[in-house]
């Protein structure tokens, strides 16, 4: 079936017809949003679809071909790419990370491994002292800071978000693995194979397709109660994890700050900055779990280790229940985040982006949006309900 006067565009299987109604009603009273939605079944497509505003400053609707800043969905790829090196031999999770990156051991760190940075483990979340935009965009500036830095609490003992440092630390394992940049590496292994739209740095000269990011009243109430709450000559250290310091604002994105400038989305930032269409990371998570396209799935023992729980329970710096569990860079399924089954793992990102993958089910999933919610944001959390529903039923 196709779209429909709702406004709603694309195709889906007749049975997914609860998915399609979960996925317009999240656009009820945001005349300003725009969405995609793409699920693959069996490595083949079933639900693609798309609706609302690219842009709508200017009145742009989305297509099928608009793509979008995917946020901390990126670190789930980021996930992906570090299995499939371990897959091939050329990585292991226990490997020392001082052994691939020698500068970093230092300051005690010399014990952290491979898994503990993809776990949140390294306890480098945020900089000591603030980053800048230009430092931000400036790779070998970054990672040397990183390496240089003595951590905020000892490695290998707790997790912390490490919200877009997680990217610069990953993504120098791939660099010194492989010796391609993240962004490379990803064309090589998911985008190219899987003819996908997915990117990690665009050039400025061809982001004429990628949405432009609103936040939404609820992400810039969160901001200002947090700010709020702020003790002075404290140091918030989850807050400095988003911000860096000065680099972004702390929504992450302005009319022409954070992720809609054209030279954050032309930079390879692993953490939060890569782009793609909804059926392109959909499709990336079905090669996981199923042969898709050019890919075949995952080695089912790797991915057994991939998915091991490695942080779970209260983070360091104190924060709210539910929390979060997570594998090697994967986000498990817990009550922070439910996906289909609880054998699902994927990973959301900032302003309600969510994709996934279904072991067991044979499933994959991926919700964008430019229209960026925070605290009880259950737009995602709807479709998967109704997804669910029809996989029970």
Known sequence: MSGDPSGIHGTFETRFLPVRDAFAAAFRGRPRMGAALAVHHQGELVVD???????????????????????????????????????????????PLADLWPEFGVHGKNTVTVGDVLAHRAGVSAPRESVDLAQALNWEEMTRLLAEQEPLWEPGTGYGYHALTHGWLSGEIIRRTTGQTP????????????????????????????????????????????????QPGVPDWPARALTLGSAFPQELVGDDAGFNRSDVRAAQLPGAGAVATAHGLSAAWSSVVHDTAATRRLDPGVLKRAVDVRSEGSPVFAAAAPWPRWGAGFQLDSAARRYVSPDGFGHDGAGGQVAFAEPSLGLSFAFLTNWMEAGDDVRATRIIDALREIVES
């Open 49 to 95: 679809l798309w609706g609302g505003m690219a842009d709508a400053r200017s009145s742009v609707p989305w297509t099928s071909d608009t793509s979008t800043v995917i946020f901390s969905c990126t670190k789930g790829i980021m996930a992906v790419l570090a299995a499939r090196l371990v897959e091939s031999g050329r990585l292991d999770y226990d490997l």
């Open 183 to 230: 962004g490379e590496f990803m064309h090589e292994t998911l985008a190219d194979p899987l003819m996908a739209r997915l990117q990690l740095g665009v050039p400025e000269d061809q982001q004429g397709d990628i949405a432009h990011l609103e936040a939404g009243a609820t992400l810039q109430e969160m901001v200002r109660s947090q700010q709020a709450a702020r």
